[in-house]
């Protein structure tokens, strides 16, 4: 089993920034891969950023390659999503999740097999 805490929402202005956290329990990660999911009002969860434990490879959505930014401290076993220039379509309910057997897919929700409980984010415009 694997725990996952997600932190650091809040209410923000649009051009503000966001640093949210994702720490781990459980397992000891080793080739797993985290990742972040957000989910709007009325939309389906959508792939925000992943990265790979051992290496640190990144991979973004297309949507947020230049603002987003993913990163993991492996001592804490956290990993951080910065947010910048956020943007009101940026609000969403945001999920970190972990895919513990990665197949080299990494954009699929249904890959990850451990998930948060979520943070909000919501940007005023």
């Known amino acids: 089993q694997v725990q996952l805490a997600e932190s650091g929402g809040g209410l923000v202005q649009a051009g503000d920034s966001l640093r949210l956290s994702c720490a781990a329990s459980?397992?000891?990660?080793?080739?797993?891969?985290m990742g972040w999911f957000r989910q709007a009002p009325g939309k389906e969860r959508e792939f925000v950023a992943a990265?790979?434990?051992?290496?640190?490879?990144?991979y973004y959505a297309d949507s947020v390659k230049g603002r987003f930014t993913i990163s993991r401290d492996n001592a804490k076993n956290t990993v951080y999503l910065q947010i910048n220039s956020l943007k009101p379509e940026d609000t969403a309910v945001y999920y970190c999740?972990?895919?513990?057997?990665?197949?080299?897919?990494?954009?699929?929700?249904?890959?990850?097999?451990?998930w948060g409980q979520g943070t909000q984010v919501t940007v005023s415009s």
């Open positions: 459980g397992r000891t990660f080793s080739r797993y891969v």
């Open positions: 990265i790979m434990w051992i290496g640190g490879i990144t």
């Open positions: 999740a972990v895919d513990t057997s990665p197949s080299g897919r990494y954009r699929y929700a249904y890959d990850y097999d451990f």
